[in-house]
């Protein structure tokens, strides 16, 4: 039995918006599980999360960003981001599906991991997405990742976790 091999991962206009964040931001947020910037020159990005059933019994997220041109109420905030250019990377995770033999015939396990890991030769079904993206601008960063919440993103400050983060994703 062969694997189905899949992607859902950031569209065009998401890293259109993505790119965006490159520009000096006005103020940014966490707020209902999206991560919202208002850039001095206007408009808001807004990162979230799209949920989308890839086969039956394999659901997956993605996260993506759009671009609101209208400037958004998100408070002033000042940040390492205001006024330097900013430098943006994206990550991708993989999820796969194996069988659960011991739950019937029809059943199976969804795992993730980042890429790079081995993929059991049990998987019936993989899928790499995209799961985060890492902002950094004289040497200051911040990672917007997946949360473990479905549906919503998570942001990491601490200096200490953002090197983990970069480390275990081989970026420094």
Same mark, same amino acid.
């Given at each position: 039995?062969?694997?189905?091999? #899949?992607?859902?991962?950031?569209?065009?206009?998401?890293?259109?918006?993505?790119?965006?964040?490159?520009?000096?931001?006005?103020?940014? &947020?966490?707020? &209902?599980?999206?991560?919202? =910037?208002? *850039?001095?020159?206007?408009?808001?990005?807004?990162?979230? =999360?799209?949920?989308? &059933?890839i086969e039956p019994g394999f659901e997956v997220s993605a996260l993506v960003?759009?671009?609101?041109?209208?400037?958004?109420?998100?408070?002033?905030?000042?940040?390492?981001?205001?006024?330097?250019?900013?430098?943006?990377?994206?990550?991708?995770?993989?999820?796969?599906? &194996?069988?659960?033999?011991?739950?019937?015939?029809?059943?199976?396990?969804? #795992?993730?991991?980042?890429?790079?890991?081995?993929?059991?030769?049990?998987?019936?079904?993989?899928?790499?997405?995209?799961?985060?993206?890492?902002?950094?601008?004289?040497?200051?960063?911040?990672?917007v990742r997946l949360a473990l919440k479905p549906g919503w993103l998570e942001v990491v400050e601490e200096p200490e976790a953002v090197?983990?983060?970069?480390? *275990?994703?081989? #970026?420094?």
């Amino acid at each position: 039995m062969s694997r189905r091999d #899949y992607t859902f991962v950031a569209d065009t206009d998401s890293l259109e918006a993505l790119r965006r964040l490159r520009q000096g931001w006005a103020g940014w &947020e966490l707020a &209902e599980g999206e991560f919202r =910037v208002r *850039l001095r020159e206007g408009g808001t990005v807004r990162a979230h =999360v799209d949920r989308a &059933e890839i086969e039956p019994g394999f659901e997956v997220s993605a996260l993506v960003a759009d671009f609101l041109p209208e400037q958004s109420a998100l408070p002033l905030r000042d940040s390492a981001f205001t006024s330097h250019p900013n430098e943006i990377a994206l990550f991708r995770g993989v999820t796969w599906l &194996e069988p659960l033999p011991s739950a019937g015939p029809d059943h199976t396990i969804q #795992y993730s991991g980042i890429p790079g890991i081995e993929i059991p030769p049990t998987a019936v079904a993989k899928c790499d997405f995209t799961d985060a993206f890492v902002v950094t601008a004289d040497g200051a960063a911040l990672v917007v990742r997946l949360a473990l919440k479905p549906g919503w993103l998570e942001v990491v400050e601490e200096p200490e976790a953002v090197a983990r983060f970069l480390e *275990l994703r081989g #970026y420094r």
